[in-house]
């Protein structure tokens, strides 16, 4: 079955740019109508949808985050990538990478998210 | 504040059935989009529990129900188990500049 993981520094600078990867196994991250997704979480709080880019290559992201977000794809190395710029304090998370999709096809409205990565901490600090 | 609204807790004995609820509005629930949710087990991922509204992944006890009506939702747990215990996320979409995929802030199912 399908298996998410994310990659990438634990660490990063206020101001500076967080950049983590997702690495699909066990499918090809172009076939399909999926969502590739990213969503975070503060320690001890809720989740916060961040964005996701579809098969096509077209992209959707939080207003709220929209202005700091891109999400991209290399579908030769079967990844998605985040890149969230000029991050404070308040970006410090568990970032999840995950698959989102519906029985329907392909209308976002009715994704779920299936299945998750399990999650890396990324701290903002200096 | 979240868009979608759960009681931070709740709380149950063994055997006992509990629910826990997930308020919108006319933007999400109430406009027909389905409501998902995701349990998460502390300290590991969330794990999609119930899909669009009422409908359980191969894998998930039938104990675990779900149900969608007007602006709301609700996730019962019947026959509580000790390893029930954890948080749950209830997730739909927005059409509102809220959205577009919004999230509950979560529950805490403690098991007595």
């Known amino acids: 079955q399908v298996q998410l993981q994310e990659s990438g520094p634990g660490l990063v600078k206020p101001s500076q740019t967080l950049s983590l990867t997702c690495t699909v196994s066990g499918g090809s991250i172009s076939s399909g109508t999926y969502y590739w997704s990213w969503i975070r979480q503060p320690a001890g709080k809720g989740l916060e949808w961040i964005g996701h880019i579809y098969t096509t290559g077209s992209t959707n992201y939080n207003p709220s985050l929209k202005s700091r977000v891109t999400i991209s794809v290399d579908t030769s190395k079967n990844q998605f990538s985040l890149k969230l710029s000029s991050v404070t304090a308040a970006d410090t998370a568990v970032y999840y990478c995950?698959?989102?999709?519906?029985?329907?096809?392909?209308?976002?409205?009715?994704?779920?998210?299936?299945?998750w990565g399990q999650g890396t901490l990324v701290t903002v600090s200096s | 504040q979240s868009v979608l609204t759960q009681p931070p807790s709740v709380s149950g004995a063994p055997g006992q059935r509990v629910t826990i609820s997930c308020s919108g509005r006319?933007?999400?629930?109430?406009?027909?989009?389905?409501v998902h949710w995701y349990q998460q087990l502390p300290g590991t991922a969330p794990k999609l529990l119930i899909y669009a509204n009422s409908n359980r992944p191969s894998g998930v006890p039938d104990r675990f129900s779900g149900s969608k009506s007007g602006t709301s939702a609700s996730l019962a747990i019947t026959g509580l188990q000790a390893e029930d215990e954890a948080d749950y996320y209830c997730q739909s979409y927005d059409s509102s500049l809220s959205g577009p995929v919004v999230f509950g802030g979560g529950t805490k199912l403690t098991v007595l």
């Open positions: 006319s933007s999400n629930i109430g406009a027909g989009y389905d």
């Open positions: 995950a698959r989102g999709w519906n029985s329907s096809g392909p209308d976002p409205r009715y994704n779920w998210f299936d299945p």
